[in-house]
């Protein structure tokens, strides 16, 4: 708190020195007056956050490191305008404030030795063994994953155990997931058992009402408990494809800078680029390189918590349906809900780390078009010829490898569900002599399974090679096409030749994760249309169930 006091002061001393003199600019004292204000929130935040947050604030971690980063540009063009260099006061104020705000993020980042003392009074403590350090760690802990640093040391020391890894963060539980799903779902039954009270007192029957009491919405269940931190994943998502795709044209821009300094470009007349060019060249390019990286692990992490918080809700669901289910459908056996659990519950969580690939890969796929068309117009479209046929051919193929999984996953609902009655009922079959005709239903579906899986082994046999042939292909084709119409204004030289091997290189991982991507969509959708149908199948009547719950508990059935 004293260095946040030290730099508001020093900044009013830099704005009273900019007042002083007679020959000042508007914009310096401006940029100075909304850095004093700044500095005066910052401080009143600061003053809040000692006593009252156990974490450091992210806004000032932000404010802090992009304060210190920023001020050191205009530090080094006072010293370099001021005669008398860092003898001057304005040259020297200036650089004092830089080197204070790089120690208050300094600072700002140990955590906080009465931290126990400032946690919320009414936050509900969850009692584990290993809690993990993700809770109280600080914004650029958490951005870099800095707190996992302690177990890759011990990994690297010895093999981890099973103890050695942290529990579980508290959002990702099952009980708060499985409380947040149960109040959901009890208030759309209590509105549907309003409705129908409602239809039943206008004379409607309850055979002619569409209103369903045991109607389970999933989509708006799952949506309700995983969604809005799903949908957070679209920021980290843009923010790197912004960072990724600047890529080649900073290294463009970079080939350009040496290219001014070679001896063609002094006979042509060209005069070399500044220094400061490409220096700021190389640290964009070092920029957008770490940004990527962060963004992307960003994204993935708030998609795999997704699919964490997704496998909890539906866990939950399929759970408590199978203790509700009617004695017509408890006939499906034991099996089909083991595969609803277990198969079809692993698919859905694979869409939801795929979901967000499938419409930035086609985002991804049009910047690198458009980035292409800068470089090579319209020899572009070869490649993009090679990449519509190409996928248009993947594209057939997709349905049939969808179509082919779904039957294949009925005949294994279908084994699972003779396979447990054989089980159950071995002492039966052994007195009868029952053995071959079982053993014969059994062989039947696993030959027919079998039939399912060849199938879709042998579409993705055709779909692979495919795929995996469009970017030589596109290479080939636009470098010729370019070659043959290029103009002594623009012609295929080595800058272009890099830059379009680079963006076409680059259309490879959004063409890979949209063929990637539609196979796990598909087996998403077929998997959730096969829990929707069994969540929404018939339950027994509540009137011939006698209930005796725990208070103290909490009823999942």
């Given at each position: 708190m004293l260095l946040v006091l030290v730099s508001v002061a020093i900044q009013l001393a830099i704005l009273v020195k900019v007042v002083s003199e007679t020959n000042y600019q508007s914009s310096a004292l401006l940029s100075t007056a909304v850095y004093l204000v700044g500095l005066i929130g910052a401080a009143a935040?600061?003053?809040?956050?000692?006593?009252?947050?156990?974490?450091?604030?992210?806004?000032?971690?932000?404010?802090?490191?992009?304060?210190?980063?920023?001020?050191?540009?205009?530090?080094?063009?006072?010293?370099?305008?001021?005669?008398?260099?860092?003898?001057?006061?304005?040259p020297l104020l200036k650089l004092l404030f830089t080197i204070v705000s790089f120690l208050i993020f300094t600072l700002e980042n140990i955590p906080k030795s009465?931290?126990?003392?400032?946690?919320?009074?009414?936050?509900?403590?969850?009692?584990?063994?290993?809690?993990?350090?993700?809770?109280?760690?600080?914004?650029?802990?958490?951005?870099?994953?800095?707190?996992?640093?302690?177990?890759?040391?011990?990994?690297?020391?010895?093999?981890?155990?099973?103890?050695?890894?942290?529990?579980?963060?508290?959002?990702?539980?099952?009980?708060?997931?499985?409380?947040?799903?149960?109040?959901?779902?009890?208030a759309e039954e209590a509105i549907a058992s309003q409705k129908i009270k409602d239809e039943e007192k206008n004379g409607i029957s309850k055979a002619n009402t569409k209103t369903k009491k045991d109607h389970i919405n999933l989509f708006g269940t799952v949506l309700h408990t995983v969604g809005y931190s799903f949908l957070a994943a679209v920021f980290p998502r843009i923010l790197y494809i912004c960072t990724s795709y600047i890529r080649p044209v900073l290294f463009s821009n970079l080939i350009d800078f040496i290219s001014t300094y070679s001896e063609t470009s002094t006979a042509r007349g060209i005069k070399p680029q500044a220094p400061w060019?490409?220096?700021?060249?190389?640290?964009?390019?070092?920029?957008?390189?770490?940004?990527?990286?962060?963004?992307?692990?960003?994204?993935?992490?708030?998609?795999?918590?997704?699919?964490?918080?997704?496998?909890?809700?539906?866990?939950?669901?399929?759970?408590?349906?199978?203790?509700?289910?009617?004695?017509?459908?408890?006939?499906?056996?034991?099996?089909?809900?083991?595969?609803?659990?277990?198969?079809?519950?692993?698919?859905?969580?694979?869409?939801?780390?795929?979901?967000?690939?499938s419409w930035s890969s086609v985002v991804e796929a049009a910047v690198v078009t458009a980035l292409l068309y800068n470089e090579v117009r319209y020899a572009m479209f070869a490649s993009i010829g090679v990449v519509i046929i190409t996928t248009s051919i993947t594209g057939f193929c997709m349905p049939r490898v969808s179509s082919a999984q779904e039957e294949m996953m009925n005949c294994s609902d279908k084994r699972m569900k003779l396979i447990t009655e054989l089980v159950n009922n071995i002492k039966s079959i052994k007195l009868y002599a029952w053995e071959s005709y079982f053993t014969g239903k059994i062989t039947d579906i696993r030959t027919e399974q079998l039939g399912n899986l060849r199938k879709?082994?042998?579409?993705?046999?055709?779909?692979?090679?495919?795929?995996?042939?469009?970017?030589?292909?596109?290479?080939?084709?636009?470098?010729?096409?370019?070659?043959?119409?290029?103009?002594?204004?623009?012609?295929?030289d080595t800058r272009r030749i890099f830059t379009t091997i680079t963006l076409i290189y680059m259309l490879e991982g959004p063409i890979d994760t949209i063929t990637a991507s539609l196979q796990s969509v598909f087996t998403g959708i077929v998997a959730y249309r096969r829990l929707r149908d069994f969540l929404n199948s018939e339950e027994i009547d509540d009137d011939n169930v006698l209930r005796n719950p725990d208070p103290n508990s909490s009823e999942i059935a």
């Open positions: 935040l600061h003053w809040f956050e000692h006593f009252n947050i156990a974490n450091p604030s992210a806004a000032l971690l932000v404010f802090w490191l992009f304060t210190a980063l920023i001020s050191i540009f205009p530090t080094r063009t006072w010293i370099q305008v001021s005669q008398d260099g860092l003898s001057s006061p304005l009465n931290r126990a003392s400032l946690a919320r009074r009414n936050a509900i403590a969850v009692d584990q063994k290993k809690p993990s350090p993700e809770t109280r760690s600080n914004y650029f802990a958490r951005v870099s994953f800095f707190w996992i640093v302690p177990l890759l040391k011990q990994g690297k020391k010895r093999a981890l155990r099973m103890d050695d890894l942290y529990s579980l963060h508290p959002k990702l539980l099952s009980y708060p997931l499985y409380l947040t799903t149960k109040a959901k779902i009890d060019i490409g220096f700021g060249l190389l640290i964009a390019v070092f920029a957008s390189g770490i940004l990527s990286s962060i963004f992307y692990n960003q994204f993935m992490f708030i998609c795999y918590n997704a699919s964490i918080k997704s496998r909890g809700v539906l866990v939950n669901l399929i759970y408590r349906k199978s203790l509700r289910l009617s004695s017509t459908d408890k006939q499906e056996g034991m099996g089909s809900i083991v595969n609803h659990m277990s198969t079809d519950v692993d698919n859905v969580m694979t869409f939801f780390n795929v979901a967000h690939l879709f082994y042998s579409w993705l046999t055709v779909m692979v090679p495919i795929s995996n042939s469009i970017i030589p292909f596109s290479i080939f084709t636009t470098l010729a096409v370019y070659s043959a119409v290029a103009t002594e204004d623009a012609p295929l």
